[in-house]
């Protein structure tokens, strides 16, 4: 892999990685410390896409980033997670722009802002009772470990709708909408091939393989199967050239070969998980430090025991191992 722009831009400073496509980075409270905003120059104004996390260093971020733009015409957001949608509420009345994203972030976003208690709801109890988990932990990681899916203002009561297929002409570019599903569902990535670009929110990035977890709202949800189908979709469609401008970390050139490697990482995790379950039947929670031998914080186990049993799902989704249920217990087995 290739990475054209080393250095992150400074903050509060743009960075120009195409003519008239900027790149910026607003810090976020947690390891993974920035997430990456850009700004599309067009005739109608500046296309913010992204906003960083809803509290007072973003706000402060955007002060100093917004008097370097001209007018701006909208917020593009790709995803109703927290570190990108954050603020869109917040820049959307400020700026008085509409917001364009994807319909499942737009419902997402209002129902969570609407309804926050949604993330302690008794479903991630049931779910974390069901695949074995200590109630004591549990409770701790359905509380604490989705705080963070909290931090977002309300987002404008309208929006644009962005689906997978659609064109749209911003800044003398032809941009083509794609949507991958499995990190967030139907997560917006634009893909401008004539140029040679892909904005690719958190589908691919260097490094970090993207959390893909179970819902409590879908327990028997298969969003590894979806990641890889984005995966595979984004091989198709995007050529190897492309400069990929990512949600976290630095721009790359690479794809196909992240792609590979994303693709063997779910794979790996998928063969642990067999192995362990080749012995005996295993709850999720008992394949925990099989898949992640370190002690995790209640934030992470949120995050780990939701990838346990979205590649618990995938294995028996693809008919490799079923689940046994006895006692209130799910056992995945061979
Ligand atoms: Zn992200």
Redesign the pocket.
């Known amino acids: 892999m290739d990475f054209p722009f080393p250095e992150p831009p400074p903050p509060g400073r743009w960075t120009e990685v195409a003519p008239g496509l900027l790149w910026a980075r607003l810090a976020l409270p947690f390891r993974l410390d920035h997430?990456n905003v850009y700004a599309l120059e067009d005739s109608s104004g500046w296309v913010i896409l992204d906003t960083g996390i809803a509290d007072e260093a973003s706000r402060a971020a955007w002060d100093a980033l917004l008097p370097a733009l001209g007018p701006v015409g909208a917020v593009l957001v790709t995803h109703h997670?927290p570190?990108?949608i954050g603020l869109a509420g917040w820049l959307c009345e400020r700026l008085s722009v509409p917001l364009w994203t994807s319909r499942t972030a737009f419902l997402s976003a209002t129902a969570l802002a609407h309804a926050p208690g949604l993330l302690e709801a008794e479903e991630y109890g049931r779910l974390y009772a069901a695949h074995g988990m200590p109630p004591a932990l549990a409770d701790r990681v359905r509380t604490l470990g989705h705080a963070y899916l909290r931090r977002l203002t309300l987002p404008p009561r309208t929006y644009r709708r962005l689906s997978a297929g659609m064109r749209l002409r911003l800044g003398g570019r032809d941009w083509s909408v794609l949507s991958a599903d499995g990190h967030a569902p139907e997560q917006i990535l634009l893909h401008a091939p004539a140029d040679g670009l892909l904005i690719a929110a958190?589908q691919v990035i260097e490094r970090i393989s993207p959390n893909v977890s179970a819902s409590a709202f879908e327990p028997e949800g298969d969003p590894v199967g979806e990641f890889r189908a984005g995966l595979a979709m984004l091989g198709r469609e995007v050529g190897e050239g492309a400069l990929v401008l990512p949600?976290?970390r630095r721009p790359f050139r690479g794809l196909h070969e992240r792609i590979a490697e994303l693709d063997r990482h779910h794979e790996a995790r998928c063969d642990l998980i067999r192995a362990a379950c080749a012995e005996r039947p295993r709850t999720a929670a008992e394949l925990l430090p099989v898949v992640f031998p370190r002690p995790l914080d209640p934030h992470k186990t949120g995050f780990a025991v939701g990838e346990v049993i979205a590649h618990a799902n995938h294995l028996v989704a693809r008919g490799l191992l079923r689940w046994e249920e006895s006692g209130g217990l799910r056992r995945l087995a061979a």
Do not use: F, I, R, S
Request: hydrophobic content about 15%; charged content about 30%; overall charge negative.
């Open positions: 997430v997670h570190d990108h958190d949600g976290h």
